[in-house]
């Protein structure tokens, strides 16, 4: 693997996870072997990273949310960008679909798959979609899809990790496995309760009052 390029949504309902974007990002340079890498963003506009950085040094650029979901433009021009590459792997991250700019599904998939021919790759981490259905549509593989939960950022970029390292290892492209996908969108654990003092519980939740034995009136 030579060079990573992530392109990452930083539209205005990404501020929520936007903290657990960056250290999966971080967290994933740190896990793999030197590389170059860029990134690149979308929202409304687009800022394509025109910078080559080697992974061991790489900094993150700000990354604000706001506007709206400009995919399909981004991607046009990150892989006319890259066409020329080889050994490159695109990471997208996105949780809504394109709702803004000019271009196609087809121009995407057009260049996706010429990209694609050079020993490239290219994975799609969606939230609140069906990421395997969205991402066929644009040309990505359903082996390099992934459903990730806004909860579950940080599972998703290690699984995004592992599969670069293993690439890196064997010059495989590695499919995202059952297990990853499962912490992708695994329900957070739920907090229980806090426990009630019955003294100051209320009295429909303590269930049916105690029986008083009483004194006969009988005889």
């Known amino acids: 693997?030579?060079?990573?390029?992530?392109?990452?949504?930083?539209?205005?309902?990404?501020?929520?996870?936007?903290?657990?974007?960056?250290?999966?990002?971080?967290?994933?340079?740190?896990?793999?072997?030197?590389?170059?890498?860029?990134?690149?963003?979308?929202?409304?506009?687009?800022?394509?990273?025109?910078?080559?950085?080697?992974s061991s040094c790489f900094t993150l650029p700000e990354l604000h949310c706001r506007g709206g979901t400009r995919l399909f433009d981004c991607l046009v021009q990150v892989l006319n960008k890259e066409m020329d590459s080889t050994d490159t792997m695109i990471v997208v991250l996105t949780d809504g679909l394109n709702n803004t700019g000019t271009s196609?599904?087809?121009?995407?998939?057009?260049?996706?798959?010429?990209?694609?021919?050079?020993?490239?790759?290219?994975?799609?981490?969606?939230?609140?979609?069906?990421?395997?259905?969205?991402?066929?549509?644009?040309?990505?593989?359903?082996?390099?899809?992934?459903?990730?939960?806004?909860?579950?950022?940080?599972?998703?970029?290690?699984?995004?990790?592992?599969?670069?390292?293993?690439y890196q290892r064997s010059g495989i492209n590695v499919p995202f496995l059952p297990p990853q996908r499962a912490a992708s969108i695994a329900a957070p654990t739920p907090t229980p309760p806090p426990a009630q003092n019955p003294l100051h519980a209320d009295p429909l939740d303590l269930g049916p009052p105690r029986l008083r034995r009483c004194q006969s009136m009988i005889g």
């Open 1 to 54: 693997m030579k060079k990573i390029h992530f392109v990452i949504d930083k539209s205005g309902s990404m501020a929520t996870m936007m903290e657990d974007v960056k250290e999966g990002i971080r967290t994933t340079l740190a896990d793999i072997d030197e590389c170059d890498v860029s990134v690149s963003t979308f929202s409304s506009d687009i800022h394509i990273d025109d910078s080559v950085c080697k």
């Open 104 to 166: 196609t599904e087809e121009e995407v998939r057009n260049l996706l798959f010429k990209f694609k021919d050079n020993n490239n790759i290219v994975k799609f981490l969606g939230a609140n979609m069906d990421a395997l259905v969205n991402a066929a549509v644009l040309g990505v593989d359903a082996s390099d899809a992934l459903t990730y939960d806004g909860a579950n950022v940080t599972h998703a970029f290690r699984a995004v990790s592992e599969n670069i390292t293993q």
